[in-house]
């Protein structure tokens, strides 16, 4: 009989361990991604243009909101969407307006939208 008592404790231990889906768990930025995003976030700021962000991260999207003051609306947003990773990509820069700017597979590629590039002036 003892054998059986501890095989039905051992029943009611295994019933009340909660089940991890990751259905439950938001999305997240991994260290990868996040070093991308701020580095180019310290491109910016170096050049006065950026000063604040914020970070959600939600059950169906990770969202990286840059300010150019904090108590603003974000200028931009840098999505992570793994629903969509399989059709247009699961990164995308929005605009302040809703406006998708760039959208793509890979983060770096899609981050190229803020580079800087050198042009000609003639005077």
Do not use: C
């Not at 399989?86 to 990164?91: E, M, P």
């Not at 700017?101 to 580079?115: A, P, S, T, Y």
């Amino acid at each position: 009989m003892e054998s059986n008592a501890g095989g039905d404790d051992s029943q009611r231990q295994a019933k009340l361990i909660p089940l991890v889906r990751n259905n439950d768990l938001p999305i997240t930025f991994d260290r990868r991604e996040l070093n991308q995003i701020l580095r180019v976030y310290g491109f910016m700021v170096s050049a006065g243009e950026w000063r604040d962000y914020a970070i959600d991260h939600l059950s169906d999207r990770a969202i990286f909101s840059v300010f150019r003051r904090t108590s603003e609306v974000p200028m931009f947003r840098i999505e992570k969407n793994p629903k969509l990773s399989r059709k247009q990509g699961a990164y995308s820069v929005i605009a302040a307006s809703g406006l998708i700017l760039k959208r793509g597979h890979e983060l770096d590629r899609v981050l190229r939208i803020f580079d800087k590039t050198l042009s000609i002036v003639r005077s």
